[in-house]
């Protein structure tokens, strides 16, 4: 999975809660992306970051947030505002942004329940 | 409406054979298109980067086209093994859309 790493690999919250989706990379790419897969369906994009402290919304980001601290880490956040929470989150990074082959993490299975 | 498409959600073909994979795509000027193979469970893994200049590219026993007046990309995979079952799915990087994929195309080899 190309040195990406997210954690937990399988998340499970009551509904209501807040949740925070861990990715971290050590390619020392710039570029970073948030996914969310759904059975059936492409990718959609979340949000991308494409330098520290930078970051985009992408097409479904109402009820999230991101942050972009450190090159390395973009984690993610579904908030009790995201109506369907339930999904397969996928972390990517890139050198530059939507340049290049992304780099995609193993991904995250959120189960609210 | 921008749409992008992948021509059938399942495709069974014999070991040996090529498999091609359609990917359709309308009101797009994409820049470039990925593939990707999706094992279950697991993370999209790049395959194959065509630019809107080009028309083919290759590696190994993979081959990709693009034709901008078709507006389709077809994926080959010759000489197909078992392990070359996954789902493959297609995106498209074009400015104004950024990167939109494709739902996928779930291949199987039989042996």
């Known amino acids: 999975d190309g040195g990406i790493t997210q954690s937990p690999k399988y998340l499970f919250r009551k509904e209501g809660q807040n949740v925070t989706l861990s990715c971290e990379q050590n390619?020392?790419?710039?570029?970073m992306y948030w996914y969310r897969q759904d059975p059936g369906q492409g990718l959609r994009l979340i949000y991308y970051?494409?330098?520290?402290?930078?970051?985009q919304k992408g097409d479904i980001a109402e009820g999230y947030s991101v942050s972009r601290e450190k090159k390395e880490s973009f984690p993610l956040t579904v908030t009790s505002a995201q109506k369907n929470p339930t999904a397969f989150y996928l972390c990517a990074s890139s050198p530059l942004l939507f340049t290049d082959t992304q780099y995609f993490g193993p991904g995250t299975r959120l189960t609210v329940l | 409406s921008q749409k992008i498409e992948q021509n059938s959600e399942a495709l069974n073909i014999q070991e040996g054979k090529t498999a091609t994979l359609t990917c359709n795509y309308t009101?797009?000027?994409?820049?470039?298109l990925q593939w990707y193979r999706q094992d279950p469970g697991r993370g999209p893994v790049f395959l194959l980067l065509i630019r809107e200049n080009e028309k083919e590219k290759r590696k190994e026993r993979l081959k990709v086209t693009f034709d901008t007046t078709l507006k389709q990309s077809l994926f080959h995979i010759t000489a197909s093994q078992p392990a070359d079952s996954a789902t493959y799915l297609c995106?498209?990087?074009?400015?104004?859309?950024?990167?939109?994929f494709g739902s996928g195309t779930r291949l199987s080899i039989r042996p």
């Open positions: 009101n797009y000027s994409p820049a470039y």
């Open positions: 995106a498209l990087y074009s400015s104004a859309s950024k990167i939109i």
């Open positions: 970051s494409q330098i520290v402290n930078d970051f």
């Open positions: 390619l020392n790419h710039d570029a």
